[in-house]
């Protein structure tokens, strides 16, 4: 991922939270991102955020074991 690269230039140059907020709100108006909010507590104060992904897009599924059962459908 570009996670230390993203950061690393967001340190070096900024961004105006208010300028993200706009830009974010544009693009979820025009349809290109989906966004929703988010609560969570830390030690008992709330945070209120939002998260946001490309529309339409859908991760690829993880490696490894798939929940659910392994028992074999047949019966006799």
Do not use: W
């Amino acid at each position: 991922m570009l996670t230390n690269q993203v950061l690393s230039h967001l340190k070096k140059h900024g961004i105006a939270l208010p300028l993200v907020r706009k830009s974010l709100a544009a693009l979820t108006m025009r349809g290109e991102i989906s966004q929703c909010s988010v609560t969570h507590f830390n030690d008992n104060k709330r945070v209120d955020a939002f998260q946001c992904r490309i529309s339409g897009y859908v991760p690829p599924v993880a490696a490894g074991r798939k929940a659910g059962s392994n028992k074999s459908a047949s019966a006799d």
